[in-house]
């Protein structure tokens, strides 16, 4: 398997506009978890899903953002409208089952809005 | 709620040193720990997941440790290597063990 496939890789942007970063997990694996990493505050959860449905979406800050897995092999992250201060590398990863097995990382996507 | 803390932030070390990373959690009702490694620009790779039953778990040059009563678990990176250079984290589960709560990390510099 090729692992965790992220996509894009970069993504600038200007405020206000539409982002939707892309993640497809590693087949076979039914939880995917969505985490966002900046300098201030680390790696934080933003949303996972089991077996494609959304179990807790605590993370999400704002109603700006929203997630989606319309099946076990794609799922997407969208920030609408975008802010500066959304700017952060966001990861993707997926277990085989839940957080007591071991977790694979995407490369990640490095968010600028401007 | 589980948090999750690393000391040092960062070490700097010479090569060929034998150094320990520090991890303290403060929900101790965990099943396992898992540590990662980052390098520059790039995700996660889980380098150990230790079991709550067991008390270390080695790969290769790396052993790690869990004290599930003290909160405590340790990273020991024998013969450093430039290699080892990144940044390494530690995770425990929270919420019930669906999901982990990393720590800040410990930026590692292992110089010739």
């Known amino acids: 398997d090729a692992g965790v496939i992220q996509s894009p890789r970069h993504e600038v942007t200007e405020m206000g506009q539409e982002v939707t970063l892309r993640c497809k997990p590693i087949?076979?694996?039914?939880?995917l978890f969505w985490y966002r990493q900046t300098m201030m505050r680390g790696l934080e959860l933003l949303i996972y899903?089991?077996?494609?449905?959304?179990?807790?979406d605590s993370g999400m800050p704002e109603d700006r953002f929203s997630a989606k897995m319309p099946n076990a092999s794609f799922s997407t992250l969208k920030i609408q409208p975008s802010e500066p201060r959304d700017s952060a590398v966001y990861f993707c990863?997926?277990?085989?089952?839940?957080?007591?097995?071991?977790?694979?990382f995407g490369q990640g996507t490095r968010l600028t809005v401007v | 709620k589980q948090e999750v803390t690393q000391i040092p932030a960062a070490l700097s070390v010479p090569e060929g040193e034998n150094l320990v990373l520090n991890c303290s959690f403060t929900?101790?009702?965990?099943?396992?720990l898992q540590w990662f490694r980052q390098d520059p620009g790039k995700g996660l790779t889980s380098l150990l997941l230790?079991?709550?039953?067991?008390r270390e778990q080695t790969s290769g040059r790396l052993n790690a440790s869990l004290d599930k009563s003290s909160g405590r678990s340790t990273l020991y990176i024998a013969a450093s290597q430039p290699g080892d250079s990144a940044t390494y984290l530690c995770?425990?589960?929270?919420?019930?063990?669906?999901?982990?709560?990393f720590g800040t990390g410990t930026q590692l510099k292992v110089e010739l």
């Open positions: 990863a997926s277990t085989q089952r839940a957080a007591d097995t071991e977790a694979f």
């Open positions: 087949s076979g694996h039914d939880y």
């Open positions: 899903f089991n077996n494609n449905v959304p179990i807790d």
């Open positions: 929900d101790s009702a965990i099943y396992n």
């Open positions: 230790i079991q709550s039953s067991q």
């Open positions: 995770a425990a589960p929270t919420g019930g063990g669906n999901k982990l709560t």
